[in-house]
Nanobody, 128 residues
Framework: EVQLQASGGGLEQAGGSLRLSCAVS????????IAWFRQAPGKEREGVSC????????LYANSVKGRFTISSDNAKNTVYLQMDNLKPEDTAVYYC?????????????????????WGQGTLVTVSS
């Protein structure tokens, strides 16, 4: 059974940093991608960043490019989202998700594919 456990959210001031973690378990093969999505109150869910477990390729939404960094510690089966220079508009519930589709984390599909596995959300609040 695939399980994803997100953690690390909290309250931070604008300009500050937070690191989210996603503990991943249950994938039999390493041909999967992990993505971070977020959903702000009253808004649709949006893709933030993703990483391909096997080759480390990454993708970022334009709104976070240059501020957020996704990484994977394969030995710990954990994916991180380092969020720097936080802005109030980054306030949202952040979810990590996983999928086996080879195009799940690809600039051609750009978070449009439906991820099969989801963790619970972790709330990030950025005050101005």
């Amino acid at each position: 059974e695939v399980q994803l456990q997100a953690s690390g959210g909290g309250l931070e001031q604008a300009g500050g940093s937070l690191r989210l973690s996603c503990a991943v378990s249950g994938f039999v093969l390493d041909d999967y991608s992990i993505a971070w999505f977020r959903q702000a109150p009253g808004k649709e869910r949006e893709g933030v960043s993703c990483i391909v477990r096997r080759d480390g390729n990454t993708l970022y939404a334009n709104s976070v490019k240059g501020r957020f960094t996704i990484s994977s510690d394969n030995a710990k089966n954990t994916v991180y989202l380092q969020m720097d220079n936080l802005k109030p508009e980054d306030t949202a519930v952040y979810y990590c998700a996983g999928d086996l589709h080879p195009m799940a984390c690809n600039s051609a599909t750009s978070f449009s594919l439906s991820y099969d596995y989801w963790g619970q959300g972790t709330l990030v609040t950025v005050s101005s």
